[in-house]
């Protein structure tokens, strides 16, 4: 009976002890408890972190020759795609590439090539292009650089890239058919025309971490088509007969209404509007750049010609139809038959102006 008693207490503190350590152990699965989803931004988001490194992968080196409007327009925007940009030009472009975020400008151009730029940018003008081309230091440069060019003409800078850059290089003829005006904002939509006239295969894996040459290349268009641009590849020879008609055309047009000096009225029509905004446009381009598509596009003759006998024509037709009107007004009264007998006055070269300022009794005695 003691023994029993003894051996109670002892069951009773077995019983407690178990009872204390039992919430110890969770009652819910452990599988339960990880995180499904979550709304809100990580800083270790894996997505995030994985597309760093195909940006990083992607990052290039770009070196812009010619820092003017249109260097910087260019630059600019590369560098806010995340590439690193450095810069040479004649000019003291310092302070603004440093605004822009271009990592280093370069005053001298041996300089500039000695810092092995992935992919060479040509945004000179058209009349300077073969020059600039001949004073840049292409034996410093990298043997397998990307040169790009970035001119309103196509065939003339393919010539020159092919006749003065070593075979190692990658030639890129590219169209941006936009500038500072027009891509002042988004660029979704523009066109942008390029032309791979000239990229080496690729020998294996690049070295280094560097980019393969088809790599390269798809990289420096990703900057264009991930802005929204309309990518159109087409030989430099196309573009140009194709360019010669619109581009060519659109700027001449503008220049001869600006010759004219068209005046905003206070009843403006949307169409008159356009044109002031036509001739606006084309006299923020200087006169070189219209000049260069004029003198470095074979088309550009024949499309002046055409231009010139369309408006020759139009003029003729106006002269008709104002003939035969003054004609019908002064024999309203005679005879169709003896109207049919006077002479018809040729057209275009100025004689129906004559024929309509004339008297009755001159026409009778002609």
């Not at 040479?88 to 810092?115: L, M, N, P, W």
């Not at 139009?314 to 006077?342: C, T």
């Amino acid at each position: 009976m003691l023994a029993k008693q003894h051996h109670e207490p002892a069951r009773a503190s077995r019983t407690r002890a178990r009872t204390v350590r039992t919430p110890l152990v969770s009652s819910r699965p452990t599988n339960s408890l990880k995180t499904r989803a979550m709304d809100a931004a990580q800083p270790f988001d894996f997505e995030a972190q994985e597309a760093e490194r195909r940006n990083a992968a992607r990052r290039m080196r770009v070196g812009v020759v010619g820092f003017g409007t249109f260097g910087q327009f260019l630059a600019r925007r590369i560098v806010q795609q995340g590439h690193e940009v450095i810069a040479t030009s004649r000019g003291d472009y310092a302070d603004k590439a440093a605004e822009i975020g271009v990592s280093a400008y370069y005053r001298d151009a041996d300089d500039f090539a000695e810092a092995h730029p992935d992919v060479v940018v040509l945004c000179t003008s058209i009349l300077s292009t073969e020059s600039v081309l001949a004073a840049l230091p292409l034996q410093r440069l990298l043997r397998s650089t990307l040169v790009v060019d970035v001119l309103s003409v196509k065939a003339f800078p393919k010539d020159v890239l092919l006749r003065r850059l070593p075979k190692s290089f990658d030639i890129l003829c590219t169209h941006p058919m936009f500038g500072p005006d027009s891509g002042r904002g988004s660029w979704e939509g523009l066109t942008f025309m390029y032309d791979p006239v000239r990229i080496a295969p690729d020998l294996g894996n690049a070295a280094n971490g560097k980019l393969t040459r088809s790599q390269r290349l798809a990289a420096f268009l990703d900057i264009f088509s991930s802005e929204g641009c309309r990518m159109v590849e087409m030989t430099c020879e196309e573009h140009d007969r194709l360019a010669a008609s619109s581009q060519f055309i659109t700027h001449t047009i503008g220049r001869v209404l600006g010759a004219m000096k068209l005046e905003d009225t206070a009843i403006n029509t949307r169409g008159y509007e356009s044109l002031l905004s036509l001739v606006e446009n084309t006299a923020n381009d200087s006169f070189d750049l219209y000049y260069g598509l004029f003198m470095y596009n074979d088309n550009s003759i024949e499309e002046l010609h055409r231009l010139e006998q369309s408006f020759d024509d139009i003029k003729q037709r106006l002269f008709a139809q104002l003939h035969a009107r003054v004609r019908a007004e002064l024999f309203s009264g005679s005879s169709v038959e003896g109207a049919k007998k006077l002479p018809d006055v040729p057209h275009g070269n100025g004689h129906a102006a004559t024929a309509a300022s004339e008297s009755p009794e001159a026409h009778a005695r002609r």
